[in-house]
T-cell receptor
Framework: DAGVTQSPTHLIKTRGQHVTLRCSPI?????VSWYQQVLGQGPQFIFQ???????GRGNFPDRFSARQFPNYSSELNVNALLLGDSALYLC?????????????FGSGTQLSVL | GEDVEQSLFLSVREGDSSVINCTYT??????LYWYKQEPGAGLQLLTY???NMDMKQDQRLTVLLNKKDKHLSLRIADTQTGDSAIYFC???????????WGAGTKLIIKP
């Protein structure tokens, strides 16, 4: 079975541009979470979606948005890119949104903003 | 606010035990987790412990939780070269189930 897949794996953008990152969860998983991991730090929670609805949002500006589709895949959008948005963006999926659930992570999208 | 702290590096000899430590601040955390991250790979859940437990063992892994001191540790017995990775401690925020992560401990294995 395929794990969590993310695309693209690497991306280079310039300041002010817009980016869309994509995530396909494990088949049957209904919850998708997005995390930002800056080099040398732990992941920071951005969003959680469950059954196509936003169920949690971290402390990120409105430039960050996301959505979940009927097939449970998800997109993360970032507008007006800043140099500080350079990071590894991780997607995780799980069956539901319970506290003790295993989160299965993709390998991430490495975003570089120049 | 919530915060999770870990030391940045740990160096051990192959075959020895590794002990990675973590402190957290949110006393209402329900679950605490250990994740492993290898270069170019996503995060892999190693183990987790419920906040009303003080120990959990899973093969070579032993998790100890001192809730009074808000201290969590991960012991890896008989450390192998394949254990080289960054290990993250994370706690679940009681209010919304999002994970709060430490900065990670890089485990270096000496031959």
């Amino acid at each position: 079975d395929a794990g969590v897949t993310q695309s693209p794996t690497h991306l280079i953008k310039t300041r002010g541009q817009h980016v869309t990152l994509r995530c396909s969860p494990i088949s049957g998983h209904k919850s998708v979470s997005w995390y930002q991991q800056v080099l040398g730090q732990g992941p920071q929670f951005i969003f959680q979606y469950y059954e196509k609805e936003e169920r949690g949002r971290g402390n990120f500006p409105d430039r960050f948005s996301a959505r979940q589709f009927p097939n449970y895949s998800s997109e993360l959008n970032v507008n007006a890119l800043l140099l500080g948005d350079s990071a590894l963006y991780l997607c995780a999926s799980s069956w539901y949104r319970e506290a003790n659930e295993k989160l299965f992570f993709g390998s991430g999208t490495q975003l570089s903003v120049l | 606010g919530e915060d999770v702290e870990q030391s940045l590096f740990l160096s051990v000899r192959e075959g020895d035990s590794s002990v990675i430590n973590c402190t957290y601040t949110d006393s209402s955390s329900t679950y605490l987790y250990w994740y492993k991250q290898e270069p170019g790979a996503g995060l892999q859940l190693l183990t987790y412990i419920f906040s009303n437990m003080d120990m959990k063992q899973d093969q070579r892994l032993t998790v100890l939780l001192n809730k009074k001191d808000k201290h969590l540790s991960l012991r890896i017995a008989d450390t192998q070269t394949g254990d080289s990775a960054i290990y993250f401690c994370a706690e679940s925020a009681a209010s919304n189930y999002q994970l709060i992560w430490g900065a990670g401990t890089k485990l270096i294995i000496k031959p």
